[in-house]
């Protein structure tokens, strides 16, 4: 396998409601300022690969306007995933794997503001056997949550603490959207929005763009910070019916972390990709992380959680991490469908 | 180095208006067993799945991937999913071929669908976004235009459509998966069809059809233990414009020259015309077939619809175009793109039934969408590079 870099990362800031932009206004900035850092010429970049989902926009082929953000002329190698942008990281990497370019573009982007997000997400499930029961993406996770806290792998407590620390760093991170000191017996003392889980336990809605540029061969090390090398990635899949699987484990995640060798050496952070707070007890068994491990130095996604970029901003946050001399070697999750169905990992080392 | 990879295996299901006996996951199994089958593969020989369609809105479910995973035995592997307009199919099996060509996996399945009977294709084209240009209903009314302009450059005879429309609806005969069949079709029958979009008529169109086709991509090592001729995937193309902008040739797109360009290069192709023996190319209203002869340098500029005319492109012409039918008999727009690079496997396999062309050693597979901004493109042949 070729050695591959993550050349730049760039991201917006995280708003609740972006109106006074276009998608195209919004991608035309963030991806201008992955190239220009990556020291890479875009007549050089070989390809460009997004992620998005027309649900988001609530418009067929919404993906199709990014392309003019691009500036797609004289025309690109071009290609769109369905997916977070992570997974067009996957598609890039795998690009650069069969030698046909020296570097790409990965983005991806996504607008939850523009419809109601926990009805559109029930649009992603089953349309035969499971949508129809009205089940949204709130009592999706709130059932995952009741089944951990009945196995006695987290509490009620627990999960307000994981919420607290996410918030508690993302103090630092610039671009974060919900930050600030919360108080665990306050937390608690709130309402249910769907038992077990609290307003805090939840993700925040948010509007933006994430855009990483990836560099092989003599692309590498052209960029304004070191580069941050992928020495393993790997995707997994489980079961998309949530009676087929125990929601309070992660196979696949688990699976993807021993294929893309988490533990080939020591892991001293990880950016995991949990939008519910109690999904980051299940990852971090899955990967097999303790105590020492610091997550989410970025505040994670409980801080910010850009539908279909949430993933990819993982991935760019461990890097920007790394580059930045805060550490020598850590894990970045990808998550997508209903309790954490799909996940990826993506381990990364500095030079 | 990069492996060399072919396909291995094709399956296709029967495609019509509307399959209402089967979910969309019992249509997407349907293709995939029959290519598993041709392939000598068994659900546990394979290493990721690589899933194509068009707009979600076409069934009406987001990211429909996620719930087709199970029945296409994805649990525990690796699942991706495509969508780059009506190029998508194309798209998807050159994803799928690189997972491959890297070295990543060994076999990989993929599969392209559409089932537009559970939704409204019309519908989640023509939804109209606040301060955004509405897209024009319907793919005819946004072509229409781009073909007038085409006759007008060439001065092609106002009949050529025509002719292409009949060969490719005499092809379908041949092709048991086929849409639309007209047993009785003549040069009248489609010529004195109602008018649609000017100049495009009813026979020159395409249909919507529910439909999914699916491949086994495989490396050498598989591909060797195959139990059929493999179609090894000389080259692979892709290409993407904008929209619109001014100047930009919506006729004979720069991203369609570029793309043929570097595929003609990668596959060491110098006259196409004389080294690729048939063509299966992405033909939604039958005056593209002359429009993209040009665009693909198997024509000079303003002389593709004389190949056309002499019937160079029929079954039994010099270089047969559309041996299936096309997009024009069958249309389940997300596999439309892979039905087209499938069929050119199929040739060069031997494995095309009545539609074969006798001999084919090298064929070209094509597709394109968004508004004639997105190309893809694959060669195939009898033997590796």
Redesign the interface.
């Known amino acids: 396998?070729r050695d591959v870099a993550i050349a730049s990362f760039a991201q917006t800031k995280y708003v609740r409601n972006q109106v006074e932009l276009?998608e195209v206004d919004m991608i035309i900035p963030v991806i201008g300022d992955a190239i220009s850092r990556s020291g890479i010429p875009k007549s050089e970049i070989g390809f460009?690969c997004h992620g998005s989902?027309?649900?988001m926009?609530?418009?067929?082929?919404a993906?199709?306007g990014a392309?003019?953000a691009l500036g797609?002329?004289?025309?690109?190698?071009?290609?769109?995933?369905?997916?977070d942008g992570a997974?067009a990281l996957?598609?890039a990497w795998?690009?650069i794997?069969?030698?046909e370019v020296d570097s790409a573009l990965v983005f991806g982007f996504g607008r939850a503001s523009m419809g109601k997000l926990r009805e559109?997400?029930n649009?992603?499930?089953?349309?035969?056997t499971?949508?129809p029961l009205g089940i949204d993406s709130i009592s999706l996770a709130a059932l995952q949550a009741r089944a951990l806290i009945d196995a006695g792998k987290t509490s009620e407590r627990q999960m307000a603490e994981i919420a607290i620390r996410n918030r508690r760093v993302a103090k630092d991170n610039p671009n974060a959207q919900v930050t600030g000191d919360f108080e665990v017996e306050k937390l608690l003392a709130e309402p249910t929005i769907v038992s077990p889980l609290r307003k805090h336990d939840c993700p925040p809605i948010s509007d933006g763009i994430s855009a990483v540029v990836l560099a092989a061969g003599n692309h590498i090390g052209r960029g304004e910070s070191k580069p941050v090398f992928i020495r393993g990635i790997?995707?997994?899949?489980?079961?998309?019916?949530l009676g087929?699987r125990d929601l309070t484990r992660s196979?696949?995640t688990k699976?993807a972390g021993e294929r893309a060798g988490v533990h080939d050496g020591p892991v001293e952070f990880a950016e995991l990709h949990a939008p519910f707070s109690h999904q980051e007890v299940i990852l971090r068994e899955a990967l097999g992380l303790g105590d020492e491990v610091v997550i989410n130095p970025s505040g994670g996604a409980l801080a910010a959680n850009p539908m279909m970029t949430a993933g990819l901003t993982r991935i760019g946050e461990a890097a920007t991490h790394i580059a930045a001399g805060k550490a020598g070697r850590g894990v970045a999750h990808a998550t997508?469908?209903?309790c954490l169905?799909?996940n990826l990992i993506c381990v990364l080392e500095g030079e | 180095?990069?492996e060399r990879c072919a396909v291995i295996g094709v399956g296709q299901t029967h495609h019509t208006a509307k399959r209402i006996d089967v979910?969309?996951a019992g249509l997407l199994r349907e293709a995939a067993l029959r290519a598993l089958e041709d392939a000598g593969c068994q659900w546990s020989d394979i290493d990721a799945v690589v899933i194509g369609k068009a707009?979600?809105?076409?069934?009406?479910?987001?990211?429909?991937?996620?719930?087709l995973?199970?029945a296409l035995g994805?649990?525990?592997?690796?699942?991706?999913?495509?969508?780059?307009?009506g190029s998508v199919g194309g798209?998807t099996a050159i994803?799928a071929s690189?997972?491959v060509?890297?070295?990543?996996h060994g076999r990989v399945l993929t599969v392209a669908y559409e089932k537009q009977s559970?939704s409204n294709a019309m519908w989640?084209?023509s939804?109209k976004?606040p301060?955004?240009q509405a897209?024009v209903a319907g793919a005819g009314g946004y072509f229409a235009p781009l073909i007038r302009g085409y006759m007008q450059r060439s001065k092609a005879p106002e009949d050529v459509g025509i002719r292409v429309a009949l060969k490719d609806r005499q092809n379908a005969l041949k092709n048991p998966y086929a849409h639309l069949k007209f047993p009785d079709i003549d040069f009248d029958q489609v010529a004195n069809s109602p008018m649609l979009w000017d100049p495009i008529r009813y026979l020159e169109t395409c249909p919507s059809s529910d439909g999914a086709c699916a491949l086994v991509i495989a490396d050498e090592k598989h591909a060797a233990k195959a139990p059929k001729q493999p179609a090894w995937i000389q080259a692979t193309?892709?290409?993407?414009?904008?929209?619109q902008?001014a100047g930009?040739d919506t006729v004979n797109?720069?991203?369609s020259r570029?793309?043929a360009d570097e595929l003609w290069k990668k596959a060491e192709i110098t006259n196409p015309r004389e080294e690729i023996d048939c063509c299966e190319i992405y033909v939604p209203f039958s005056w593209f077939e002359p429009m993209w002869m040009e665009s693909l340098r198997f024509a000079e500029e303003g002389s593709g619809w004389k190949m056309t005319y002499e019937g160079a492109t029929a079954l039994d012409g010099d270089l047969p175009v559309n041996m299936s039918g096309g997009v024009l008999s069958s249309n389940p727009i997300g596999a439309s793109g892979m039905l087209r690079f499938a069929e050119a496997a199929n040739q060069v396999r031997g494995e095309a039934g009545e539609h074969q062309v006798p001999g084919a050693k090298r064929a070209l597979g094509h597709a394109y969408g968004?508004g004639s901004?997105?190309f893809s493109m694959w060669v195939v042949a009898q033997d590796p590079l």
């Open positions: 396998m276009t460009y989902s027309d649900y926009a609530g418009q067929s082929f993906f199709v392309v003019d797609a002329f004289p025309p690109i190698a071009e290609s769109h995933v369905e997916m997974w996957y598609e795998v690009k794997q069969c030698g559109t997400m649009l992603q499930l089953d349309p035969y499971l949508g790997d995707h997994r899949l489980d079961s998309h019916q087929g196979p696949s699976l997508s469908g209903p169905q799909q | 180095m990069p979910s969309q707009p979600d809105m076409f069934e009406g479910v987001m990211m429909p991937e996620l719930f995973a199970e994805c649990v525990g592997k690796p699942m991706f999913r495509v969508h780059t307009a798209t994803v690189q997972l060509k890297s070295g990543v559970e989640a084209l939804i976004i301060f955004r897209i193309a892709m290409r993407s414009e904008p929209t902008f930009r797109p720069q991203a570029d793309a968004g901004q997105f």
